[in-house]
């Protein structure tokens, strides 16, 4: 390996080199306890600095010095292509070293924020991004940064060949040592035994990979909670919100059924409908596929029973631009209503049924009911005489309001909510079921397809993951974020269900297959970076224990306050840091 110039100190970004103004002088409450200003939506970052500046073997090679000059300088590699030239490295580093100089109470990375924007263009700008991915980019980018080896070898990758797992996971590891050393790898880095097996001829591949941490998936992932408001038929009470869960790929059907149970009623007598704009944008049919319904789509569940057809009965307000034509539209608000009618169906069995399900929020005297188009927003005729028979072309019905008067728009949107709403519809899961669900075969699917060298085809194959050793510092990242199709594009959602994690003692040994690494596979919680909300308006924070004195602090960007431990199921759990029991070694 070639020998390297020692850069100088003033290269390094340290406090000392480089004070920034921008940082808040005080004493914080325990050494490296800062907060971290928001730069503009750089909530992700600051919490996954926290997660990261906790993690004290690499916080603690950052704040060493040797003969006079931070060590780190003296590992920073310049010529790697697959770095950033150190330019990374030398600001983490001087992130480190104000964030535990016990000078501020709150710092600013700004400039830390500049080398990962040149680093990764991703993360440039000043939108919301995933605290996972940034963990990924900076912790490739310091062990690329700081890398020992300067001249990489050609190294081609170990394919099994009928040898025992051991020896290829032993020669798999040196060959990897052969192009990569770093702080990096000496602490956070372990191996996986991936096993690809080719569906049509049953050919097997074996491999043995680095990583630094594990992305595991939630079981039942393909679960789907959906909320909806249901209306009982022709019930002056309140609606009823509830929240169930059911496969993605089940159908309307399915999740019909599943609301009826919830609320003790029949499912073939519901109509599941998208209410959007103050009336029914869309009536989903039986068939239709729950994976199609879109996030952001508010689902009511109106109750009908038995019927021919049904009608909406909408809300709306004579435009204030009305022409004495009357064709002028009407403004649209509170919930829409759907009811049942037959041929025999009488306007006034219509008008008793319509007081009768409005009655709690508004006074029959404040409206009129009027035939309206089918989008309900133009007045059409009025509603014949009550012994007349409802006319079969109606299929739309406004209450035209004169004034707000007679409208108690509060009881309008109230609903009660069930049992099912208080947990948000979340399950409990262990994280001994993520690693258990991690290690599953799964077959590939028509976009990732894996080539047989013995078919000499792409293929469906099924591949397996496997632990085969941990390294000290452990990072478990739980995918609550996942890809959902849509009908006409794939969306993002969150899951919000708890996962049962240990604070102390994590027991990794049943997971790992290396004989030698599960002796050492018991660890402790040290950190967590926390996600809340949703998609759109998320926030994240962190919480992580000072090594020092055991105590536990919460960071919400530059606020930092004591924490009382860490709930061992938050469902704002996302990246969870665990370093080795005391006394143990790999």
């Known amino acids: 390996k070639a020998e390297r110039d020692p850069k100088p100190f003033a290269r390094s970004y340290s406090s000392s080199a480089r004070p920034s103004r921008s940082h808040v002088r005080g004493q914080p409450p325990a050494r490296g306890a800062v907060g971290l200003q928001n730069l503009g939506n750089t909530c992700f970052m600051n919490s996954m ?99 020992e080896i300067i001249q990489k070898p050609y190294v081609e990758q170990l394919e099994s060949k009928g040898e025992p797992d051991h020896e290829l996971a032993k020669e798999s590891w040196r060959r990897f040592g052969l192009r990569n050393k770093s702080v990096v790898m000496d602490h956070c880095m372990g191996q996986l035994k991936s096993h690809i097996t080719c569906d049509k001829c049953g050919h097997e591949s074996i491999l043995f990979d680095p990583y630094n941490h594990i992305s595991l998936p939630l079981p039942a992932a393909g679960a789907r909670r959906v909320t909806c408001t249901l209306f009982k038929k022709h019930s002056s009470s309140r609606p009823l919100k509830v929240i169930v869960a059911v496969q993605a790929k089940d159908t309307v059907g399915a999740l019909k059924q599943a609301l009826a149970k919830v609320a003790s009623l029949d499912g073939s007598a ?124 109606v299929a739309t019905l406004t209450l035209e309001f004169k004034s707000d008067e007679g409208f108690d728009e509060d009881e309008s949107d109230r609903v009660e909510e069930h049992a099912s709403c208080l947990e948000n519809g979340h399950r409990d899961i262990k994280l001994e079921d993520c690693f258990r669900k991690f290690a599953e075969k799964e077959q590939l699917g028509e976009t990732e397809m894996w080539y047989c060298g013995k078919c000499k085809e792409h293929q469906r194959a099924y591949k397996k993951l496997d632990l085969w050793s941990a390294p000290e510092i452990l990072i478990l990242h739980l995918k609550r974020f996942q890809y959902a199709q849509n009908t006409y594009f794939v969306h993002r959602q969150k899951l919000d269900d708890r996962v049962a994690f240990p604070v102390e003692n994590l027991d990794l040994s049943p997971h790992v297959l290396d004989p030698e690494s599960r002796r050492s596979a018991q660890y402790d919680l040290y950190a967590v970076s926390e996600h809340s909300g949703g998609l759109g308006g998320g926030h994240y924070t962190a919480t992580a224990k000072d090594d020092n004195t055991g105590v536990w602090y919460h960071y919400n960007d530059s606020v930092v306050s004591r924490a009382d431990g860490v709930q061992e199921s938050d469902p704002k759990a996302y990246v969870l840091f665990y370093k080795r029991r005391p006394g143990k070694s790999s």
């Open 49 to 147: 600095l926290q997660c990261l500046s906790h993690t004290r073997p690499l916080t603690d090679y950052f704040l060493r010095d040797e003969e006079g000059e931070p060590f780190y300088v003296r590992q920073i590699n310049e010529k790697n292509p697959l770095g950033s030239g150190g330019d990374l490295a030398r600001a983490y580093a001087g992130f480190i070293r104000d964030a535990w100089s016990g000078s501020y109470s709150t710092v600013t990375p700004s400039a830390l924020k500049r080398a990962v924007s040149g680093w990764k263009s991703q993360f440039s700008g000043y939108q919301q991004q995933d605290s996972q991915e940034l963990m990924m980019a900076l912790l490739d980018g310091l062990h690329e940064g700081l890398n």
């Open 270 to 393: 519901l109509d599941l409908c998208d209410v959007w704009g103050h009336r029914v944008y869309r009536t989903f049919s039986d068939n239709f596929s729950v994976e199609h319904i879109k996030a952001n789509d508010e689902l009511v569940a109106f109750e009908l029973g038995e019927r021919e057809r049904a009608i909406d009965v909408l809300c709306g307000r004579v435009s204030r631009y009305a022409s004495v034509d009357r064709q002028s539209p009407y403004e649209l608000f509170g919930r829409p209503l759907r009811i049942a009618v037959t041929s025999s169906t009488t306007c006034g069995e219509v008008r008793n049924v319509v007081k009768q399900c409005t009655k709690r929020f508004c006074d029959e005297a404040s409206y009129v009911l009027r035939i309206s188009t089918a989008a309900g927003t133009r007045f059409e005729s009025d509603l014949p005489s009550d012994d007349q028979l409802l006319p079969k072309e």
